[in-house]
């Protein structure tokens, strides 16, 4: 999920191991290590000079469950070196610091295992992506209440029943609505196949993901062997069936069996994607799982991005869509949102 959401959770981690014992200090250490994860981003920027290579790296090894274990190992043993000195000294054990870092290391990846975007959770063993699609990235029904909590706690002294009290009310009331998530997406999948029933389409597959800020406007995507079924569905609308179809051809501009990089990519947006020719010598790729731009040229997604040849590979910049765009999809999916 979004970095505030996994300083927010590390934190919380780091409160329950060590908020006992260091108080306030126990939060910081805790959102350090909520954060470690995501740096990932600034580390595959400096491994590859790849582009794709480089987003690929993003929720992959560091986001791992071995990684969890090899880093609560090598940051507890760090950091209680470092701490564990002068008036200090005896305040805390190795074992805490370890503790400290596995919990605040592991819920983030275990977090991210619940949105879209998913996480190579038993990296390197296989690159499998586990995506349970009931949240988006970034939700502030989840978020919020928890982060109040949290910074209530902090007036409190650390050997207060209150801050106890707090803790597991921040994480016991996000906890219950990472569960509303849960039921509401198996839901919504239900519906999708009622929909997709109705209209007689013949698919393979679906998927389904909440669209952003939110849980109630619902966008699914259908897989037909020549197209794709793309379509909304919104918690308040009158019927209770997706609605707002578009039929998306299958478009290739590219062969996937002339480039790794294109195979990497489809893998990347499990299989949902389209490439149309761009420009010279450049493509826009589009990873279908996200919601569409609407433009007069062809439509693009909201993750999309141009592809260019380098050498014998690919290689990709940011997709810069026109003026207004993002804007004009935030507006269409906060009026779709509201029903039809």
Not at 192 to 215: A, C, H, T
Request: hydrophobic fraction near 40%.
């Amino acid at each position: 999920m979004d970095s505030i959401t996994q300083i927010v959770l590390g934190a919380a981690c780091g409160e329950a191991v060590l908020g006992k014992k260091i108080g306030n200090k126990a939060l910081l250490f805790g959102a350090i290590g909520g954060t470690i994860p995501d740096l990932d981003v600034f580390i595959g920027g400096f491994l590859f000079n790849n582009e794709i290579d480089a987003m690929l790296f993003h929720r992959g090894f560091m986001h791992s469950i071995l990684f969890s274990v090899l880093g609560a190992f090598l940051f507890g043993w760090l950091v209680h070196k470092m701490y564990d000195s002068g008036k200090r000294q005896g305040s805390t054990t190795m074992r805490n610091w370890i503790s400290l870092f596995f919990w605040s290391l592991f819920t983030h990846p275990v977090l991210d295992c619940f949105t879209p975007y998913g996480t190579q959770l038993f990296a390197p063993f296989t690159n499998y992506r586990v995506a349970f699609n009931n949240i988006a990235v970034a939700d502030p029904m989840y978020t919020v209440p928890f982060l109040i909590c949290v910074i209530i706690l902090m007036f409190y002294g650390r050997n207060t029943n209150r801050r106890g009290q707090w803790l597991k009310f921040g994480i016991g009331i996000s906890s219950a609505y990472m569960l509303f998530t849960i039921g509401n997406k198996l839901y919504v999948d239900s519906i999708f196949k009622d929909s997709l029933n109705e209209k007689n389409v013949k698919y393979s597959r679906f998927s389904l993901q909440p669209s952003i800020l939110n849980n109630i406007l619902w966008y699914g995507i259908a897989e037909t062997d020549a197209s794709y079924f793309v379509g909304y569905y919104s918690l308040l609308d009158t019927e209770n069936r997706f609605s707002g179809w578009e039929e998306l051809p299958k478009k290739r501009a590219i062969d996937d069996n002339e480039y790794k990089d294109l195979k990497d990519l489809a893998w990347f947006s499990n299989g949902y994607f389209s490439v149309y020719e761009y420009d010279d010598d450049t493509y826009l790729y589009n990873d279908l799982r996200y919601p569409l731009l609407k433009n007069d040229d062809e439509p693009s997604s909201v993750f999309g991005f141009v592809l260019f040849k380098d050498e014998h590979r690919l290689n990709m910049r940011p997709f810069k869509p026109k003026t207004g765009d993002f804007s004009n999809v935030i507006a269409m999916l906060w009026k779709r949102l509201k029903g039809v």
